[in-house]
């Protein structure tokens, strides 16, 4: 019924910066927390920022002050502002949202996208 793209990874510098966005669609009745979570090959998925229905956030100490998550919920949207990207940033991202479809309003289920890769070269 609803499904999550990203968008917005590629190849990119250390020190440089990338944008990515999540879009959601369907049949949306109302999106709750939202985040973002990277894994790296070899290595378990990890928390890299969260963003309630209300705007508050927060991030990973990896990534503190250096990514900024924020949301538009007239485009059904997330982002992910990463900035100073290091080498160790390098990871499949992938954004998550909790979802209420119209079918069924009581009901809110996790949605994840397919991910989107962000490699950061030395």
């Known amino acids: 019924q609803v499904h999550l793209v990203e968008s917005g990874g590629g190849l990119v510098q250390a020190g440089g910066s990338l944008r990515l966005s999540c879009a959601a669609s369907?049949?949306?009745?109302?999106?709750?927390?939202m985040g973002w979570y990277r894994q790296a090959p070899g290595k378990q998925r990890e928390l890299v920022a969260t963003?309630?229905?209300?705007?508050?956030?927060n991030y990973a100490d990896s990534v503190k002050g250096r990514f900024t998550i924020s949301r538009d919920n007239a485009k059904n949207t997330a982002y992910l502002q990463m900035n100073s990207l290091k080498p160790e940033d390098t990871a499949v991202y992938f954004c998550?949202?909790?979802?209420?479809?119209?079918?069924?309003?009581?009901?809110?289920?996790?949605?994840w996208g397919q991910g989107t890769q962000v490699t950061v070269s030395s």
């Open positions: 998550n949202a909790v979802i209420q479809t119209r079918s069924n309003p009581y009901r809110a289920a996790d949605s």
């Open positions: 369907g049949n949306i009745f109302n999106i709750g927390a």
């Open positions: 963003i309630t229905s209300g705007s508050i956030t």
